[in-house]
């Protein structure tokens, strides 16, 4: 700590010398970022540095945009340790980590890069690159970014979900407020239990489920290609990585934006009104929004009164409460299936719905529908089977064997197959 204070006093004597924006898009261990400056991506995009959110006299180290909607801010450094004064200064450590300290307070870190592994590093560079990602480098080895630690804000280029080498969760969290970037109440994360899905909780409690990814879409919501024509989705599932990334084009200037409400809005910027405007909203605030409102085999539709009903063959399993208006109990089946004899039981297919929660869910991505049907009627805990991609006439398979929790109609072209005793099927829906 004391070659450190050492350092702090150096660099403060140069950063004396500094007004305004460092003519440059890094920062290396012989210099330093103080209050009063800053660094620039190289396209001039975004920009790194302290600012005061809203009506807060609190000092924070953030990235922004500068050549558009300047001040829109997009990460956010010392989130939980607020400065309360402009003091501070970014610098280097000895063993290669980047940390935002303040003259007056040198035993005090407020932030710093976490470093993946135990790495010998010598010569780190931090940059600022024109996608809003901050990274330090040590040649061409990443050693750290940004990107891996989001805030409120979803970047073209960033990605939802877990390194499962490193461990680190790329989750999105909300502000408290306009004026606090501290962490809110809402938390977007890509859940890897089962099939992985994304959600939303607020708190402790699940918000909203994104459906599992189909190959085009989230099944139950708007297609992500409203980014722009050219956008690219990409979703990741192997060994090391489990994501979610759109990429698009270098002319597009786009963002998801979580508000501290929760709502997630796709936000697009309209260089002749010099004003974002809104794509799409990616969380639905309608009200078969909530996680599992319908309970078991229970299916959501906002045109319908009651917006709650069982799925054909199950009824509700509490008649009283269903009748209420309590629907959290959910359905359950008129006619138990067989599991002494496979040949009694069959499947009812049924479209335009989300399909339903994942986390009991088991998958494998080479077999056909076909292998996927024999494998659910071999297995008496198999509840429902649907392939795990629909491009090119569909493949893979997606297996549930638990109750079928938070289903709504929508309006898709994914099949799902549910197991029915053979007795609740019509030659119209019997597979």
Known sequence: ?????????????????????????TLSPTEAIRDSNTIVSSGEMFELGFFS??????????????KVSNGTVVWVANRDAPLNATSGILVFSDNGILQLVSVGYTNTTFWSSSIVSTMNITNPVAQLLNNGN????????????????????????MKIGKDLITRIDRQFVSWKSLDDPSPGQYVVWMDTNGFPQIFQKQGSDLRTRFGP????????MPSLVGFNRTSV?????????????????????????????????????????????MILATVRTDSCSPYGLCGPYGTCNTRNFPICSCM?????????????????????????????NENENGFRSVSSVKLPDTRSSWYDLSMNLGECEMECRRNCSCTAYANSNIRNGGSGCLLWFDELMDVREYNDTQYLYIKMALSELTSKHRN
């Open 233 to 277: 989705n990409e979703f990741v599932v192997n060994e090391k990585e489990i994501y979610f990334k759109i990429e698009v084009n270098r002319s597009v200037v786009a963002r998801v934006y979580m508000d501290p409400e929760g709502d997630m809005t796709r936000m697009g910027w309209d260089e002749s009104n010099q004003s974002w405007f």
């Open 53 to 66: 959110p809203g009506n807060s006299k609190n000092r924070y180290l953030g990235i922004w945009y500068k």
């Open 1 to 25: 700590m004391e070659s450190l204070t050492i350092l702090l006093f150096f660099f403060g004597a140069l950063c004396s010398m500094l007004t305004g924006s460092i003519a440059k898009d």
């Open 312 to 340: 054909e063959g199950f009824e509700p399993k509490r008649l009283e409460e269903w009748n209420g208006g309590v629907w959290s109990s959910g359905c359950v089946r008129r006619t138990p299936l067989d599991c002494g």
């Open 134 to 157: 901050l990274v330090i480098w040590e040649g061409n080895r990443t050693i750290w970014q940004s990107f891996d630690y989001p805030g409120d804000t979803y970047l073209p280029g």
């Open 213 to 220: 990814w189909n190959g085009v879409r989230f099944s139950g």
